[in-house]
């Protein structure tokens, strides 16, 4: 196994898995939390999820399974430079969108609309749901059994109050500690991911132009660039060349502003990275210009109305299949409507985030159209 500096996470020294298991002959523990992953049946789903246009609209658009292997490229390759564990990083990169609904972000508020006096719903902890309870992959154990390292990684944000009831893996909520360094650079290298392929997604939608986009200095300052280079190159190349190249100005911005405050605070152990300020981030001018970014994806792209219609489709889908489910637990699948005697509104809400964008317009079909062929 490659070597990590001492404040990487130790997979030798893993704080363990929920069920105890013999270590792996030939791969490391987080190598083995990445295998059982990619091969769980919400990462396949995934394919069939949206990022921002829904699956079924154009083939080369961005789905969260897309979404999710560009965020662990980025994330394994700034992990290998600042000497961490690739395979955690890895890991917690391909896992943490597991547990999104179908209609990205609009079917998430759909469902935590649904859902808000039964405890909410939100997609971090439903990964962290989906990993620990829903797959169902073993005869030992209910989950994945992942790694508290992982684990954590996954959990990106939540209340003290749901914390608490999490365990350990809730613990650094309460106490106000960080997480691993690898967990941090998943964060990120999710932002930077999102950001760029959004940009790539809208131009070639057609929803953004890239008269729209050069009042964005960073987009700008890189486009410039690329026609010195290329002055034959045809726009599609040039924005190719502008986010390739924006991609790698914030990546090294990371690793150089992450380096800088590593030494500055010179952790020695994993426990030190715990007990630091957050150590993984950008420069302040780079945070000030992806701030400016992504407020622009939000006025222009996200709130593009074309992009708030099939929001809205999406949340009443959701909805309408939640309000079904919920007032008639017989139109469940029988796994469900078991579960659903302990906890219906949990079932249901389980059934449902698990849907893909197309199978969840088949549902809607089957139960409220007539002619469903």
């Not at 994945?144 to 009831?165: D, P, Q, S, Y």
């Not at 309460?174 to 790539?200: F, V, W």
Request: hydrophobic content about 40%; charged content about 25%; some cysteine.
């Amino acid at each position: 196994m490659p070597s990590v500096a001492p404040y990487a996470a130790q997979a030798a020294n893993s704080r363990g898995r929920r069920w105890p298991e013999s270590p792996a002959k030939t791969r490391s523990e987080f190598q083995r939390d990445r295998d059982r992953v990619i091969h769980c049946t919400a990462f396949r789903r995934l394919e069939y999820k949206t990022q921002v246009f829904v699956n079924h609209e154009g083939d080369l658009f961005r789905t969260r399974l897309t979404h999710s292997i560009e965020v662990a490229q980025l994330a394994r390759s700034v992990a290998r430079q600042l000497e961490l564990d690739e395979d955690l990083a890895e890991a917690i990169s391909l896992a943490h969108d597991l547990g999104h609904t179908p209609f990205g972000h609009a079917g998430q508020d759909a469902l935590n609309a649904c859902m808000r006096e039964h405890g909410g719903f939100e997609h971090n902890l439903q990964s962290l749901r989906v990993v620990d309870l829903l797959e169902e992959r073993y005869g030992a154990f209910d989950g994945l059994n992942l790694t508290f390292e992982t684990r954590e990684g996954i959990l990106k944000h939540c209340t003290a109050e749901i914390a608490a009831g999490l365990g350990d893996v809730g613990r650094r909520f309460i106490e106000g500690t960080r997480p691993s360094l690898e967990a941090q650079i998943t964060n990120l290298a999710d932002e930077i991911a999102y950001n760029n392929h959004d940009i790539d997604d809208g131009l070639r939608s057609g929803l953004l132009s890239v008269e729209q986009m050069r009042s964005v200095e960073v987009f700008d300052r890189f486009f410039r660039e690329s026609i010195h280079l290329f002055p034959q190159a045809v726009e599609r190349r040039l924005v190719n060349e502008t986010v390739r190249r924006m991609i790698n100005f914030l990546v090294q911005d990371l690793v150089a502003t992450t380096h800088s405050n590593l030494c500055a605070a010179d952790p020695r152990s994993p426990d030190d990275v715990r007990s630091a300020p957050t150590l993984v981030a950008h420069s302040a001018t780079v945070a000030a210009e992806t701030l400016t970014l992504k407020r622009f994806l939000r006025d222009n792209l996200y709130q593009h109305y074309l992009v708030q219609r099939m929001s809205s489709k999406g949340r009443r889908i959701v909805s309408d299949l939640f309000d079904a489910f919920y007032g008639d637990v017989r139109l469940l699948p029988p796994q469900y409507q078991a579960k659903a005697a302990e906890n219906r509104p949990r079932a249901v809400a389980d059934y449902i985030s698990g849907m893909t964008d197309r199978y969840a317009m088949r549902e809607h079909r089957r139960l409220f159209t007539v002619d469903d062929r």
